[in-house]
Nanobody
Framework: QVQLVESGGGLVQPGGSLRLSCVAS????????MGWYRQTPGKERELVAT???????NYGDSVKGRFSISRDNAKNTVALQMNSLKPEDTGVYYC??????????WGQGTLVTVSS
């Protein structure tokens, strides 16, 4: 099993920065991919960024150039550095981890609010 705990959400002004963190607890030897998704008001959950255990990254189009994902495989942690935040980045951010095709988990979500 995999359990995820997120932290770092909050209120920030437009143009500001926030850093989200997620720690995975697992009995598996390693986690394949970790990432962040978000649910913004009126929209379906969407990809923010993912990173594999070899460091390959993928970003949603709306965050490219502003957000950066990183992970520490030894500690089973993943972080999302969010810069130049916009009001449309407001939403609940969910950490995701997949061990293989059959084992994956979601965190409980952390709220990010971008507002003046």
């Amino acid at each position: 099993q995999v359990q995820l705990v997120e932290s770092g959400g909050g209120l920030v002004q437009p143009g500001g920065s926030l850093r989200l963190s997620c720690v995975a607890s697992t009995t598996f030897f390693s986690i394949n991919a970790m990432g962040w998704y978000r649910q913004t008001p009126g929209k379906e959950r969407e990809l923010v960024a993912t990173i594999t255990n070899d460091g390959s990254t993928n970003y949603g189009d709306s965050v490219k150039g502003r957000f950066s994902i990183s992970r520490d495989n030894a500690k089973n942690t993943v972080a999302l550095q969010m810069n130049s935040l916009k009001p449309e980045d407001t939403g609940v951010y969910y950490c995701h981890a997949s061990v293989n095709l059959y084992v994956a988990a979601w965190g409980q979500g952390t709220l990010v609010t971008v507002s003046s």
